[in-house]
């Protein structure tokens, strides 16, 4: 099995913060940074193991599911506005990250 990362992206402002995987078109909403980081790590294991179980040609498509274009385009566009961490006056932020895995 090999490993790879998974691009993930956060925003939200306090106590409403929404994120997505990007690589397989997976979400989570959380009241921080920090949970909704930890949220859409357990939801990526947790599908990723439910993935493994499956015949390989379906575990195949179901790891390689990616959000729809428009969700990517906005992760970039968002990315490259905002840099990897950024924070506004009023608490909304953004957040790049990745998620190891070995899918």
């Known amino acids: 099995m090999m490993m790879r990362?998974?691009?993930?992206?956060?925003?939200?402002?306090?106590?409403k913060w929404?994120?997505?995987c990007?690589?397989?078109?997976?979400?989570?909403q959380g009241e921080s940074v920090a949970e909704v980081q930890a949220a859409l790590h357990a939801a990526i294991s947790s599908y990723i193991e439910?993935?493994?179980?499956?015949?390989?040609?379906v575990a195949r498509?179901?790891?390689s599911r990616r959000a729809p274009f428009w969700v990517r385009m906005r992760y970039a566009f968002d990315m490259a506005r905002y840099g990897f961490r950024r924070h506004s006056r009023n608490g909304d932020g953004q957040a790049g990250f990745s998620v190891p895995c070995h899918a």
Do not use: S, T
Request: glycine share 6%; net charge negative; hydrophobic share 45%.
């Open 22 to 28: 990007v690589d397989l078109d997976i979400a989570v």
């Open 5 to 15: 990362n998974l691009i993930c992206y956060a925003q939200g402002r306090p106590g």
């Open 50 to 57: 439910d993935a493994m179980k499956e015949p390989p040609e």
């Open 18 to 20: 929404e994120a997505i």
């Open 61 to 63: 498509k179901l790891l």
